[in-house]
């Protein structure tokens, strides 16, 4: 009856057609919960919400919510078997208590008639936010633990606490690892009686967030995480526009600020780092408050800036005393094309940054205008239900029992070139073989829950490497749109290859004119193992701590997570998770398991932008970069396997392979038997995975990296300061194919922070910069370490 309503509507009214979203037939499924009814799609409509501004919706989108058995309160900390997508259509959605929120959940509202969330005056003042995200519990911690919470998003919703006196919050988001606020926007209270703000962000190891304007309020956000990548918020009023509560590394692109008293203030003790670029203050008292003392040798409140405008800005940077440090300019504009405080290495150091007029390298074939390209995920409002050519309705079961190889091919070549969109219902795909997607095609996901998932013989074999899904061949050209999909396999797949990436798509050079934009990878990630279904859980892969360099081999589920090769160019990747699970999310306790996989992210294509990634628990290395060339990292994230050094790397993979440059841990580790430069005594493992290792590469730059090494064989009293960091000898490698000096590389790298390594970076054999010059918050953290052939480029 409804939806037959909703045609004559569109039939009778040529203007008005609802979001694809609102209409597309649904039959996403959860096929490893026992509830074959489970429903993914919950539109708060037709769960009774009213949305017209005056009826308390709040029992309606609670009901929309946690229909179903799901995995929320106290009974549940995790699960991937109740994905739910909560949709609301246009409207104002009146709420009297916090919409609370459950694991696995995507908040969507209709981006072409952003809803409204608002609060009516009855809304309590101690309530933590509209959306609380993850509760407190009545034992004092978070429902979900912060750095465990994974798969959600909100987009196109509008938060507006202005009827509420007091104390209002639009957002409460601990959040990790693939997690998004897209395209949203919070209207607060600037009454100074009020103490409103748009997001409150305590914990977590996250995230990103994109494309936010918050208007008013004391405090637009008050983020604190242990890393973070942002890019386009704009803060309209607000008193303070950030307030970094706390911080290993972030980083801010294309942030705005216009009419505040402070913009960003991070003069807290916690602060590690602030990356901020392509970004403007306007009609600010003082656009960033820091903690850092003049003349601080710490790795504390370090600060990189690059490309920002300040106009009618009295003071740039003030001290936590109000003393400024660097003034702007209260009846013009100022520009700072490049600024940092703290410690640089270019390439030895370390020594006092504390000024204006720093020559960052910037690779020109980066940007756009003066700008580093950006593009944030497509929605595709533009198109109706009917331009999305459905999974489901093209014989794939996605039941991840039945063998869908051929039903997936037959989808992308049909979608290839044509004006369709794939689209891939949740449910899991199991697939015998590679699954090809052709040039010239354009995919979406439902609900962060549609899984490719490789099984079988034909992934079995670590001397015969095949993709899951390869995206186009060696040499093609084209584009690719990609989004909202998980890609893994099933078991002991020591051959698969998550993801390879071969395109070439010639997007106009120099310029990445929007009208021949790169291709895009939006929340496209890897997860092997860790969930009902993957064969790779507590019960097949325990941890065995101790046992002496014991694995499973049925355990063993990966050659590498993805590949980007040599033909591929001009590809805009942004927040991705490429994950070997280190935990078992569908277990009560979150028990820790063993899953080994070879290798992380390989890099070796030319124009890649990685905004906002993290790959994490793969045994040789998490990224490393080989001959590439023009590549943007900004807030990169690593974890080094729990097990290491039991047993050490390469094990158990010691078939290695020289045409990907893997590294060989018994050369090098000869090679730093005596080594100049690291700390003298200490016991730190040498054999451990590589965070980041650049091979041959150059103009790559790095804009805020966290390298974290938190255990040895699953202790982690290795990674505090009083241990000496010494979970591992090294975790950041540069240098040339002889393996000695980099000689011919460009690479900046800024705001790097570690944990639990004694070296911060080695080039070629010589360990530049240790954890115990840097030492700032849990991480280690220096402001700019710049390679030798980079150095000799700008003249130091
Ligand atoms: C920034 O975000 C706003 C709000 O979503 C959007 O209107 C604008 O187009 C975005 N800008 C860019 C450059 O993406
Ligand atoms: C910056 O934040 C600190 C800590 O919250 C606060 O005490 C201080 O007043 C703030 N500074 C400004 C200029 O608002
Ligand atoms: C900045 O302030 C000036 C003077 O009050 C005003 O004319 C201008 O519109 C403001 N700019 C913005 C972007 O709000
Ligand atoms: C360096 O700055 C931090 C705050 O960012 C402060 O906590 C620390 O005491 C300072 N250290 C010195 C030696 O001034
Ligand atoms: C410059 O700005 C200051 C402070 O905003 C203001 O008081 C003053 O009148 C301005 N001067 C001119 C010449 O506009
Ligand atoms: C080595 O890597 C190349 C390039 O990816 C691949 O074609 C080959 O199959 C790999 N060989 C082995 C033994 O892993
Ligand atoms: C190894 O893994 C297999 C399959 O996952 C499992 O059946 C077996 O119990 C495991 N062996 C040990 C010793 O844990
Ligand atoms: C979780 O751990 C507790 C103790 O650590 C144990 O009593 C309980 O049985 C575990 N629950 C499950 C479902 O494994
Ligand atoms: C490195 O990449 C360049 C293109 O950027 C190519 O010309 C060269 O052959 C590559 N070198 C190796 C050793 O693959």
């Not at 990356?275 to 003049?294: E, I, K, M, Q, Y």
């Not at 106009?311 to 094309?337: E, F, I, K, R, W």
Request: charged residues 15%; negative net charge.
């Amino acid at each position: 009856m409804k939806s037959f309503f909703v045609f004559m509507l569109a039939a009778a009214s040529v203007a008005w057609t609802a979001y694809w979203m609102e209409d597309i037939s649904r039959h996403g499924i959860a096929p490893f919960n026992p509830d074959k009814d489970y429903r993914i799609f919950r539109n708060v409509k037709q769960w009774g919400a009213k949305g017209d501004g005056v009826t308390d919706d709040t029992a309606a989108i609670h009901a929309a919510i946690s229909h179903g058995n799901r995995c929320g309160g106290a009974r549940c900390v995790g699960s991937t078997i109740t994905p739910a997508i909560v949709y609301f259509p246009a409207g104002t959605y009146l709420i009297t208590a916090p919409i609370v929120g459950f694991y696995y959940t995507q908040l969507v509202g209709d981006p072409t008639h952003m809803p409204v969330i608002k609060a009516s005056p009855r809304f309590p003042t101690q309530a933590i936010a509209l959306l609380d995200a993850d509760p407190y519990m009545s034992n004092g911690k978070l429902n979900f633990q912060a750095t465990n919470v994974f798969y959600r998003q909100v987009r196109n919703l509008v938060f507006d606490t202005r009827a509420v006196r007091g104390k209002a919050t639009g957002i409460h988001w601990p959040s990790a690892q693939a997690t998004l606020i897209q395209n949203c926007a919070f209207h607060l209270s600037s009454d100074p009686k009020d103490t409103h703000v748009g997001i409150f962000m305590e914990e977590g190891s996250g995230g990103m967030m994109v494309d936010l304007v918050f208007h008013g309020g004391k405090y637009g956000a008050r983020f604190g995480n242990q890393q973070y990548t942002m890019r386009n918020l704009t803060f309209y009023g607000s008193d303070t526009a950030i307030d970094q509560i706390w911080n290993w590394g972030w980083t801010y692109k294309s942030l705005k600020v216009v009419g505040s008293r402070v913009g960003i203030n991070m003069s807290s003790s916690d602060v590690g780092s602030v990356t901020l670029l392509d970004s403007s203050f306007v009609n600010v008292s003082t656009a960033l408050v820091t903690g850092r003392t003049p003349g601080n040798k710490t790795g504390l409140g370090s600060l990189v800036i690059q490309n920002v405008l300040y106009t009618n800005v009295p003071t740039v940077l003030a001290g936590a005393d109000g003393q400024p440090l660097l003034l702007g300019d209260p009846n013009g504009s100022v520009h700072d094309g490049g600024y940092a405080r703290g410690n640089m290495y270019a390439p030895h150091g370390p020594s006092l940054l504390e000024g204006r007029e720093f020559a960052f390298s910037q690779p020109a074939t980066l940007k756009l205008g003066d700008r580093y390209y950006e593009r944030s995920k497509p929605q595709y409002e533009q198109y109706p239900a009917s331009d999305f050519m459905s999974a489901r309705d093209h014989y794939a079961v996605g039941d991840g029992q039945t063998d869908d190889t051929s039903a997936l091919n037959a989808l992308f070549q049909a979608v290839a070139g044509s004006s369709y969109i794939a689209y891939l219902d949740a449910g899991y795909y199991k697939v015998t073989n590679t699954i090809f997607i052709p040039p010239n095609t354009r995919v979406v996901g439902e609900g962060l829950a549609a899984i490719i998932m490789g099984a079988g013989e034909k992934f079995f074999d670590p001397n015969n490497p095949r993709p899951v899904v390869q995206v186009g061949k060696q040499g093609d050209v084209g584009f690719l749109e990609m989004s909202d999909i998980i890609v893994s396999a099933q078991g002991a797949t020591a051959g698969a290859v998550m993801i390879e990436y071969n395109l070439n798509t010639p997007a106009a050079e120099n310029t990445c004119s929007p009208g021949n934009p790169p291709s895009g990878l939006w929340d496209v990630h890897v997860r092997v193992g860790g969930y009902k279904g993957s064969k790779l859980q507590v019960a097949q892969c325990p941890i065995t701590p101790n046992q002496h360099n014991y694995v499973n081999s049925s355990c063993v589920a990966g050659y590498m997570g993805m590949h980007i090769t040599p033909s591929a160019r001009n590809l805009y990747m942004e927040n991705n998770w490429i994950w070997v699970a280190d935990h078992d999310i569908d277990d009560w306790n979150s028990t820790q398991i063993s899953v080994f996989v070879a290798r992380g992210l390989l890099v070796e294509g030319s124009r890649i932008w990685l905004v906002g990634s993290s790959v994490e628990h793969h045994t040789l290395y998490q990224y490393q970069l080989v001959n590439a060339s023009d590549v943007w990292m900004g807030q990169i994230q690593t974890e080094t396997p729990y097990y290491q050094p039991n047993p050490p790397a390469p094990y158990p993979f010691t078939l290695l392979n020289a045409t990907i440059r893997d590294p060989d841990f018994t050369t090098d580790c000869q090679h730093y038997a005596a080594p100049s430069s690291l700390r003298p005594g200490t016991s730190a493992p040498c054999a451990m995975a590589w965070g980041l290792r650049i091979l041959d590469s150059k103009d790559v730059v790095v804009f805020g990296a966290g390298l974290y090494s938190f255990f040895n064989n699953y202790d982690t009293s290795c990674s505090t300061a009083a241990a000496g960091e010494d979970c591992q000898a090294r975790i950041f490698w540069v240098g040339d194919s002889s393996g000695k000096a980099a000689d011919v590389l460009t690479v900046e790298t800024y705001n790097l922070n570690t944990i639990g390594s004694v070296s911060m970076i080695t080039q070629g054999k010589i360990d530049m910069a240790t954890w115990d010059q840097n030492r700032a918050t849990f991480a280690s953290t220096l402001a700019v370490f710049r390679s030798e052939g980079a150095a000799r480029e700008v003249g130091v």
